[in-house]
């Protein structure tokens, strides 16, 4: 059940307009802000068109009794846009949850206010809300200055970019075969081409895909559609980060899934980072080069270093000649770069191939990791084998977990004691100019304890010397 305590959050003036026209006692008012915060966040992140699907049980212990009641009043007042119902199964479908959105019209962060939220029990599968230095890492971000007018121009202008020539649509998808995912049921299976292309023409539906590495085809009822409510909801997304860092309204929460830390810094793309300064000073960073694939070495090599239970897997495994190349480049820093020179692609193809080991299904047959397969056959077969004996989605949850333990877990702590000022974002350890040579060194020795004897790079993030475009 909700706990009673508040948390300050950032609501659109718009919004906040609209709740108080309601009526609503303060105790279900605070329930409003928070459903309306917690959708819109939770589906500018991990929606392409802002449909969040959440079933009952979801919403039964995100937000109790008060919450279910205060929702059905935002539906009724137009706040909050919902699907007719719930999905039945039937015998030859699944069923599916209901999907719920915020109207967009009352989404403009530009003019927003900052109001108290009831505190929500996050749920075992979303965040944890407090762990171990949560109020240093708040404190840190809090001393962030974020160039607003800045920054806002820059995400309209990147939001721009978002246009239908940056996707492949229907036949213009060569992949011969395509992993397909279906928002309305929040599911994903793999096609042939053929499958794929032959069962939207029958259902009157079209395939839309990045052209960025390593993309999923999603099944829509209109493409540019799908492209404008993409370019949108990430405009959205941006505007609301940046102004609540502005406010200085803050959320510094650790995924149960794979233990990362998630905040503002982590949903803002690099290119921000200029607008940002911490105490007047540019911002520098220091981050592990191909961590995926460094860790997956030092985990084959290595795996009684880490205390994941399925470390277990890799102990006893004799490793191979090609195997062990690939723990040398990674653990270099030169493993895009090794399959650039043995292949002859270009670095963007290279990465295609490389990832198609770790995110990829056990049995996926795409012409990347066919191409892997040639080069490294014994480190595809590991690969697949612990997908299908933890799922698919594992190899690269263990991964993300063992990056959180060395850098939140080991690193973090080692900062604080330094009096250091730093933030994180995933595996990269954001500092100050002055403090860059210690973190690096901070940074090396721990993952050294681990195994991981990787590169490192360094970099200056905020570049204020750079021109600000």
Known sequence: MPRKSTTPTLVPTATVDALNTLGLPPNELRYAYTIVDDFTRKALYKTQDGWLRLNRAYLEQAYGHIGRKVLIKLHKAGIVEATKDYRVPTDTETGYPKGYRVNRALLNYCESQVVDATSTQALPEDEIEAFANQEVTLAHLRELTIDKAGACAHAARRA????????????????????????????????????????????????????????????????????????????????????????????????TTNTRLDTEL???????????????????????????????????????????????????????????????AALSGSFYERLVELFGVARDKAKTMAFACIFSSANTRTEAKAKLRELFPQLVKITDDFKRAHGDKQLAILLQRIEAQIVLDNVVPKLIKANIWFATKHDSVLCKQHDLAQVTNILHETLAAFGVACALREENVTNLEAPRV
Not at 203 to 220: D, E, N
Not at 300 to 319: D, I, T, Y
């Open 160 to 255: 721009a970019t978002i246009t239908l020539e940056k996707y492949y649509v229907d036949d213009a998808i060569a992949n011969p075969y395509i992993e397909v995912y279906d928002a309305r049921t929040g599911n994903s299976w793999w096609w042939s081409n053929e499958q794929a292309i032959n069962f939207c023409r029958e259902k009157g539906k079209q395939l839309v895909m990045s052209k960025r590495i390593g993309s999923v085809a999603h099944l829509v009822n209109n493409a540019a559609q799908f492209v404008e409510d993409r370019r949108t909801y990430c405009l959205k997304n941006w505007l609301r980060t940046l102004n609540r860092m502005h406010a200085q309204v803050y959320r510094a929460t650790r995924n």
């Open 266 to 328: 982590t949903s803002l793309p690099k290119d921000f980072f200029n607008y940002v300064t911490v105490q007047g000073e540019g911002i520098y960073g220091v981050d592990i080069a191909n961590a995926q694939f460094a860790i997956l070495a030092a985990l084959l090599r290595n795996p009684e270093a880490f205390a994941a239970s399925e470390a277990r897997f890799f102990e006893g495994l004799v490793l191979d000649e090609q195997t062990n190349s690939f723990i040398d």
